[in-house]
């Protein structure tokens, strides 16, 4: 069975396509007069949040996230035009259809962003990501870089290599030495918190991970520990799973002490709802939503899952049938709490009351 393993994740061939400064490269084509400026997509004024900053921008210190007043300090000369999500979610359709020329196999993580399998073509990864580049490139005018290999983590990685209007390519044979000097704070999953406990262990490299036994790093960080086992070795073993099969998304909170009062439970429902929220805006803005489903499990291990008809995670919605549920559970305490959608079938009915 590993053995077999083994030799699919070594068939598999992964493109990471990924828009340089999508947003902000969408303005500056639509707007010849702020081309080579210093360009930012966000709210503008003191309170307004950076969705996206031009390279000209970026090489102020300006980024995403980074709230208009202090980017602003940064670089006065800034440029910031307010946001146009229909344009942008219509050149990232077309993006999909230029993917769907190469494959069925198409995750999208964000509108500028997407993983493709090509393992069934003969053709080498790298010169399919070339074709991908250029025929975005040709058909609208924006620049797209490109990380190849034999899994998602790889090639996630290695889009960053060659940004921006570049690409890079992990080979299977190439895997270890592209993990060795890799430091610990490039891998997916591991924020500043993670970060700094590593470090106090000694941990920067992946190479200084690697020296690490997988049951140790399980005990010290749990099921994650397990999972940095293997990532740091460049291991992943998750498919491309394409929106088209995707049928729920969800999130879940195992509490360190279980929850006796409902009402404890709305603030870290409030938080999963927003989440789940943004989730289907970045990813699946292009199905909807038909139901939203609550989970408890409680200190038995008995558990419940709500569900009701709704076109988009709503906390109101939610806090029914979080009562619904709790309810039903027999009011006990709850150790793990789960937020989630089910998603509308493409063609679906639900869909076109959505107008979607
Ligand atoms: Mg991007």
């Known amino acids: 069975m590993e053995r077999e393993q083994r030799d699919e994740v070594r068939r598999r061939k992964i493109i990471h396509i990924d828009m340089d400064c999508f947003y902000a490269a969408i303005e500056q084509r639509d707007n010849p007069a702020i081309r080579g400026q210093p360009v930012a997509v966000g709210g503008a004024g003191r309170r307004g949040v950076l969705c996206t900053a031009s390279y000209e921008a970026r090489e102020f210190g300006c980024r995403s996230a980074m709230p208009g007043f202090k980017a602003l300090e940064l670089c006065p000369q800034l440029i910031i035009v307010p946001v146009r999500f229909e344009v942008y979610r219509s050149v990232a359709s077309q993006i999909r259809a230029i993917f769907g020329r190469f494959t069925e196999q198409i995750e999208p993580l964000s509108l500028d962003e997407a993983y493709l399998d090509v393992s ?149 429902m409030a938080e999963m709802v927003e989440e789940v929220k943004k989730s289907v805006e970045k990813k699946y803005s292009d199905r909807g939503v038909k139901s939203m489903v609550i989970k408890l499990k409680f200190d038995d291990f008995s558990q419940t899952t709500i569900e009701r008809v709704a076109t988009a995670p709503d906390f109101k919605l939610g806090k029914e049938l979080l009562i619904e549920g709790w309810k039903r559970g027999g009011q006990k305490s709850v150790r793990l709490l789960g937020v989630g959608v089910k998603l509308a079938d493409e063609g679906d009915d639900s869909q076109m009351e959505l107008g979607v």
């Open 120 to 268: 069934h073509w003969e053709t080498s990864p790298g010169a399919i990501a070339r074709e991908v580049r250029m025929q975005i490139f040709e058909e609208t005018g924006l620049t797209a870089s490109a990380g190849i290999g034999p899994n998602k983590l790889l090639a996630k990685i290695a889009s960053d290599w060659r940004k921006p209007n570049g690409q890079y390519e992990v080979t299977p044979e190439g895997v270890a030495e592209f993990m060795h000097d890799m430091p610990v704070a490039k891998l997916w999953g591991v924020g500043k918190k993670m970060q700094e406990k590593l470090h106090a262990l000694g941990i920067y490299t992946c190479a200084d991970m690697q020296k690490w036994d997988k049951f140790v790093l399980a005990q010290r960080f749990g099921k994650w520990g397990a999972e940095l086992y293997d990532v740091c070795r460049g291991v992943d073993h998750r498919e491309v799973s394409s929106s088209r099969t995707r049928k729920s998304i969800s999130k879940e909170t195992t509490f360190s002490e279980n929850v006796s009062r409902v009402q404890d439970l709305l603030p870290e």
